[in-house]
């Protein structure tokens, strides 16, 4: 009974740091996705999807299955922070970078057509804080702040702003992306629409 308590615990460790590594990919996914979109062609139209998915679900797999084979081989604490550098450095890095040159695009853009808009400023400063969820920037604030080297107060803060911002992330981008999206309310109220006159 004991062996498989800890066999499930393992395999909770193993599938929290895959869930973990998957949501960090995935932001990677909407940057590189959203990136297309305005720059222009990064892949050619027929296999980006498949490049997406490979991206999100299976990058997390090509150093999770290393460490779950090491742990299992070799209980031994070092091995978490060899995790830690694709989960925390990698894909908020390149997000980052992704991000500085989107917004440079959107402010190139709303500087052309600053006649149409006289509140270019306010738009880019809208357009910041709604990026900065869905790509995930709040990460790179403690990217070199890991568990091990936090202590006392400085600690406390990072683990408040980690939780509160991780927990809140999803909700925040199904609000904006989605819930305050024109078309999708649009949609919603046809739905509801055709619900009502059904029923």
Partial sequence: LL????????????????CILAN?????????????????????EKNYY????????GTPLVFVVPWM??????????????LCVPRCCLPPQINLLIFMRILKVILAKLRANQKGYADYKLRLAKATLTLIPL???HEVVFIFATDEQTTGILRYIKVFFTLFLNSFQG????????????????EMKKKWQLWKLDH
């Fill in 24 to 44: 960090h990919y995935w932001f990677l996914v909407e940057a590189v996705y959203l990136y297309k979109l305005l720059i222009g062609a990064v892949f050619s």
């Fill in 135 to 137: 790509f995930g920037i």
């Fill in 69 to 82: 084979t090491a742990k299992y081989l070799k209980e031994n604490a070092e091995w978490g922070a060899w």
């Fill in 50 to 57: 498949r490049l997406y998915l490979y991206l999100g679900w």
């Fill in 171 to 186: 909700f925040l981008v199904a609000v904006l992306y989605c819930f305050a999206n024109k078309e999708v309310k649009s």
């Fill in 3 to 18: 062996w498989q308590a800890a066999l499930g615990c393992r395999a909770a460790q193993v599938l929290m740091q895959y």
